[in-house]
């Protein structure tokens, strides 16, 4: 395990500030080559763990990335409801100072969890007029964050796996004596060692799940076509969604195990957070801050896939000469910039990559870069409440796109359009948009859609463009429920 005990008092004095709490990143590695982040994962939790997660990417949905994160058994959970979740997070993570450890992974830590599409409220107290009453159906916390102090990390290309956790004090280098010091070095070494011990375990426990009854269970909208086609508004581009609700056995682990396969995402993810559970394959970033350099990438513009190679390279021929897409793309892109700009040195904001194509199991999109470098006295914090939420699932201008949605939908959105990621203890921090997501909660499923309506807009077109962006979701759900229950079957069930 590294560093080695000799080494942490001179972590210790290097890493000191005034009332903060000192985080020392410990580490071990062991070959992957028998393990995949979801065999590790089962390993760790069987499916079953509360408050565990799982984070994979695949770039631009066709290659792997480097790495995959997950962990159980925080140090902490944080329930929000009624403020600010950012300003939670902001004060926990302040008061940590983390020593600089070579070797151990970039992210080694810090705050995991989702911020709900509602919490705009307390970014921009405009977006939701005071006299509406927004139903609440899913009834479900406006963030949760899950401060992970052990994580297990995946390493792709080297087919490598660290496994961290952290010697944590809050005394100064000259009040902490050697033996507190040994003593915490070893009970930060026997968290590592414990998890190693799980993850090097032959057995690979499933989760546990129950008979499969609602394989042909409707899913219902929370709409409908014809009110969904009735949505319009004062603005130049709004994105209303639908919901579909539909009554489920399958255990939310394995309709993640299909989904993964089904549609491979850059933004992969599974969150048990104890009531419900949290399954996505987003394609979008929301926000990235790494070393101070903020990035977003905008997503606007879909087409289904074609059945063959030609037909998919002309559809996605169209989309890209479709001036009604590329239009509306573009003012999408403008829109990010602006967020950008608003925290970042002007100078420094730039498109880095306008109008490329990226494809998914169903659809494909257009999709532009844009990054830009944080001003001076500006943090990670202000990048996220500048570009919440992207104007991809909500329209322009923003707010009062947001406020249209808000009247015609009568609903809180929830986790849809909101953010799924982390804030790390080294200030950076990693964010999806949560679309292409489910959530599992009371023996149901709720799967949620929208697309941008502009003034020339079929709206036929739209809903069409909701179902298929819901459909990579609803059939992971119905492979799996029809794959559990031909095991079931054939075991006797």
Known sequence: IQPPLSSIAGHLAATHATGKTVKVPLFATISSDLLTPVSAFLKLTGGEAAFSFLFESVA??????RFSILGCAPEDVVDV???DPLAVVEKRLDSIRLASVPGAHSVTGGAVGYIAYDCVKYFERKAVPDHLNLKDPLQIPDAIFMFADTLVVFDHLYQKIQVLSHFTTALSPSTISQQQIEAEYNRACGEINRVIQLLTNPNTP??????????NAEAVSNTGQQKYEHFSGDVIQAVPSQRVTKKTDLHSFNAYRKLRSINPSPYMFYMHLGSFQLVGASPEMLVKVQDGTVYTHPIAGTRKRGATQELDDALAQDLLEDMKERSEHVMLVDLGRNDVHRICDPATVSVDSLMHIERYSHVMHIVSHVSGTLRKGKTMYDAFRSIFPAGTVSGAPKIRAMQ???????EKRGIYAGSVGWFSYSNNLDTC???RSMIFKDGHVHCQAGAGIVFDSVPTSEWEETVNKLRGNVKAIEDAEREVLESQKQNGF
């Open 60 to 65: 631009g949905g066709e290659k792997i990335g």
């Open 81 to 83: 409801r009624g403020e």
């Open 206 to 215: 499933l989760p546990p799940q129950k008979p499969i009854t609602t394989l």
């Open 404 to 410: 249209i949605i808000s009247e015609l939908e009568g």
């Open 433 to 435: 948009i949560a679309i």
